[in-house]
């Protein structure tokens, strides 16, 4: 059914293709499935999606498909994507060609799919694609995907289960099962979350910090000056510093899966750690930072203390790529989002243990961000 040529010229078109500055030699679609025989009809599938230099990557799509082979992004046509909600809610399983799609939903009522009364996207994604329906649930179709669990979905189930309550909880999947190049696979493709409604983490503090900045003025105690006009904006990062704690005493929590639960960093780990970080300090060097050669040898001296720890605590499941962009500020408190890591790396590095002073690192430089941006 699906044109796999014609595919290959409109992949480089689409926001969240990320490779549009690699040249596609062919596309194989491993596995489709009609979902609505309408006209024209919406077929769900999985492609290989293959470059010149000899690289695949996993694609899910989701596409419109007329009767003469002509094909769209589904989300062209954002009311024909409604069906998703009845199929989670339901729970059904389409065949494809050689597996099935199936689709769940734990939270969902199946009299009241979501998508009955409104559908409408988001449009701001990079790399997945997201519709609220009903505004009541948010679902986000991963798009370049890999065998094996997706991070978002695998995490934002375990803390649902676990009551943990500073995330929007998971009421729907989506997910593969099926035969891909004579192997067995199991591939996410979705999550549905309750939506919440609230002000970004980043726009919420740099509007605080602008505030700050505007009433500004020479002060003996600075600090104390700070803490006094700036106590509005602090006692909140205190309440976002309490929601990261409590999601690290969750993950780190006895008795979780073995994928999941906490592990004794050990003197392999920080090795492994300290090798990333010292080939990462040299990419940054190497593309011309000149500003920055002046510290190398005292970074390099802070990298071989990380390898000297001798008890470094324990190694988590963490949230992968925290920054205030991932976190909202509604009425029941921050809320933290986008559980999936980086999406541009590995689906193994995504999902390996890290120690959860690596998120407070990600999120203390992004309050470094904002004190910058905001002048």
């Not at 500055?21 to 194989?28: L, N």
């Not at 700036?230 to 979780?256: K, P, Y």
Request: with cysteine.
């Amino acid at each position: 059914m699906i044109d796999a040529a014609l595919l290959a010229e409109q992949l480089p078109r689409h926001r969240w293709f990320g490779a549009k500055e690699r040249a596609i030699s062919d596309v194989d679609v491993w596995d489709e499935a009609t979902l609505d025989d309408g006209t024209p009809a919406l077929v769900v599938a999985l492609l290989a999606v293959r470059f010149a230099d000899e690289t695949t990557d996993c694609y899910h799509v989701l596409l419109l498909v007329d009767r003469d082979g002509g094909m769209r992004d589904a989300f062209e046509d954002i009311d024909r994507v409604r069906v998703l909600g009845r199929l989670m809610s339901q729970g059904e399983t389409i065949k494809g060609s050689s597996g099935r799609f199936h689709f769940g939903g734990p939270g969902l009522d199946p009299s009241s799919p979501p998508g009955t009364d409104s559908i409408r996207a988001i449009g701001v994604e990079q790399s997945n694609s997201s519709v609220v329906m009903d505004e009541a649930v948010i679902l986000k179709l991963f798009r370049r995907v890999e065998p094996g669990p997706n991070p978002e979905l695998e995490l934002t189930r375990l803390l649902t289960a676990e009551g943990f309550e500073s995330i929007p909880a998971q009421v729907g999947e989506i997910l593969y099962e099926g035969e891909i190049d004579g192997s067995d696979a199991e591939i996410d493709l979705g999550v549905a979350q309750q939506l919440i409604e609230g002000r970004e983490g980043w726009t919420e503090i740099l509007q605080g910090l602008r505030e700050l900045y505007d009433r500004a003025t020479v002060e003996v105690d600075v600090e104390q000056a700070v803490e006094e006009m700036a106590g509005t904006s602090l006692d909140e990062l205190a309440r976002l510093g309490d929601a990261t704690a409590s999601l690290h005493v969750v993950l780190a929590r006895d008795g979780l899966d073995p994928d999941v639960v906490a592990e004794p960093v050990e003197h392999d780990d920080l090795s492994r750690w300290t090798r990333a970080i010292r080939a990462s300090l040299d990419r940054v060097l190497g593309s011309g930072v000149a500003e920055l050669r002046a510290f190398d040898p005292a970074i390099r001296a802070r990298i071989d203390e990380l390898e000297a720890i001798g008890d470094a605590g324990s190694k988590t499941r963490t949230h992968g790529d925290y920054h205030l962009g991932q976190v909202m500020l509604t009425a029941r408190g921050w809320m933290i989002l986008d559980l999936e890591g980086e999406p541009a790396r590995a689906l193994e590095e995504r999902r390996a243990k890290q120690s959860p002073l690596r998120d407070v690192a990600g999120m203390l430089r992004s309050f470094s961000y904002a004190a910058v941006a905001a002048l």
